[in-house]
């Protein structure tokens, strides 16, 4: 019996995960979030254009046409909803809410023999894992299943970069990340309706927490071959983290009659690990009331790999098979509007921004729009609003054959403030 029963917690435990060939998903290569109410509305299409505090993320030799000192900070307030279903049943939806710090920093010119040179510092949160999912249907064994997974937590860095102007046409710079996060992660399902067995109905639970700690950081350059074109290039290099996981999971399993079993574990790791290069490059047109901006960004993540624990060395010829190289395309536009005592701008973006996982599948590819408004209040207060709409849809398969659908739509709001003198 104490076999018997020991089976069936291990199967429930196992019923609902990923393929088998599928290596753990390494949450830090996705989720990432728009540094700045600017170019967040833009699409995130800021290599070539950025002349704010964000240059110190989107493209640091841009920070060297910043003329003037820059105090700036920005809040995101996220609305999603994610509607799930099980083997093609019925659509169950969730809705869920978060209110996060995006951006706090301030960048400082300093005095040049011969063109621009600024310096930038603070904080930028880049990577956001907030998400909510209920499961509700039936599997193909006719168990019932009712579940529900949440996650919270995010990514940021505290940045410092310089952008310096080399020549009258073209500008260098670099920046540095020291990044800390955490991520949050639970799960609780209540599997019923077992036939031809002993078992009433079985539950799971598992809370992780996931604190990250690494360094990374960037080069950009910036061309300006004629007065209203500009050309970004920029390198991400190699993203080195270390995450220390604590994982609690629990399992009760309820017999008929009355009796049940359970089981509390809680298993502590440190993992290593390594994300790729990311190479971008960008245009922008620049005049007195219209600036157009179109960025490329490709990462191959197939490229990621373990370094730490040796156990986990042998998950680095899965990855190849359960990630994918991306190619991010983003375009945006400004409009000033001048008002003689509140200049305005208006702004539009899309980004297309496929997930970095090869499986599970993605029939929907995610991508956004986005939109906002920036008022200048006496030449030296901006305050900015943008919103960014975004959706894709995920279908996987688990280790018993079920089919899980997910339709996922985020509206994001950033409101910026910034005080330049």
Known sequence: MKTFRLTIIVFSLISLAFCSDIADEITAADGFVGVGARAAAMGGAHIALA???????????????????????????RFGNTDSRINNGGWIGTQYSCVKLSTVGAVFPAAATRGGLAFAI???????????????????????????????????????????QTSKYTAFGVALDVINGAENYSWSAKLSGFSDTLVEDSI??????????????????????????????????????????????????????GSFDETDDIYKNDYQFTLPFKFGAGIAIRTAYVNLAADVVYADWKQISYSSPSWMLSQNSVIPHSYRATTTISAGAEVTIPIKYLPTRLRFGYKYDPVPYDVPKFPTERQSFSGGVAMLFGRSWLVELTAVSTNWQRQERTTLGNLLDHKIRMSDIYFGVSYRF
């Open 122 to 164: 603070g904080f930028s949160r880049f990577q956001s894992f907030d998400k909510m999912v209920e499961y509700q249907g039936i599997r193909v064994d006719n168990v019932g299943v009712h579940a529900t997974e949440n996650t919270d937590g995010g990514i940021g860095a505290l940045q410092m970069g310089i952008g310096v």
């Open 51 to 77: 002349q704010d505090y964000s240059a110190l993320f989107y493209n640091p030799a841009m920070l060297s046409y910043v003329y003037k000192y820059e105090i700036t900070g920005s809040m995101m307030f």
């Open 204 to 257: 799971i639970y598992d809370d992780v927490t996931n604190d990250y700690d690494g360094v990374s950081g960037r080069i950009g350059l910036a061309f300006f071959p004629v007065k209203y074109f500009t050309l970004g290039l920029r390198m991400d290099f190699p993203t080195v983290l270390t995450k220390k996981q604590e994982w609690h999971k629990a399992t009760e399993v309820h017999f008929k009659g």
